[in-house]
């Protein structure tokens, strides 16, 4: 987005403002064990599954920005049943998805500028033609949950910005 704005923890100025932060893999993928067999897990962009049991999708947490047509966007991974994930697989090159149901899921990424957010409860919304799910959190209390329902100011976005950048 084409916008200058101050840093408010140094005080630098900034022209542009990012608006998504993605993570390569859910939290899960860290916690293998160090003598896993080969070929029992595997990652890529999209799709995700540990020891060839526990299966992840990767999808977009999409937050309105209030007054603007653009969104936040987490890239956010989602942990799903295998026959969730077999459909996932099934239609993810699919023209038309109109009438595909939600897929249940867990949010399986820590964001920690949130109070606790792995586990939380989850619905992905498959696209068409191979484009990753949109990921929609359970209207909860929960403040990532209520900034999506609701949408987020412009200064909230320089905020998470400045919460995401690496040390400026």
Request: charged content about 25%; glycine content about 8%; aromatic content about 10%.
């Amino acid at each position: 987005m084409d916008h200058t704005w101050t840093c408010r923890c140094c005080g630098k100025q900034f022209s542009g403002l990012p608006l998504d932060h993605a993570f390569t893999a859910p939290d899960q993928w860290y916690g293998r064990p160090e003598a896993e067999p080969e070929g029992h897990s595997k990652l890529d962009p999209d799709l995700c599954v540990i020891a060839q049991q526990d299966h992840f999708v990767r999808g977009c947490l999409e937050i309105p920005i209030l007054g603007r047509e653009e969104k936040f966007v987490w890239g956010v991974w989602a942990s799903v049943s295998e026959r969730s994930f077999r459909r996932v697989l099934e239609l993810w090159e699919a023209s038309s998805l109109d009438d595909e149901p939600p897929l249940f899921g867990w949010f399986c990424n820590t964001i920690k500028i949130y109070p606790p957010t792995l586990g939380l409860k989850t619905s992905l919304y498959l696209r068409a033609g191979g484009i990753r799910p949109a990921i929609e959190l359970e209207p909860t209390d929960h403040p990532l949950a209520v900034e999506q329902r609701h949408g987020i100011s412009l200064q909230r976005v320089e905020e998470l910005a400045a919460a995401l950048m690496p040390r400026h």
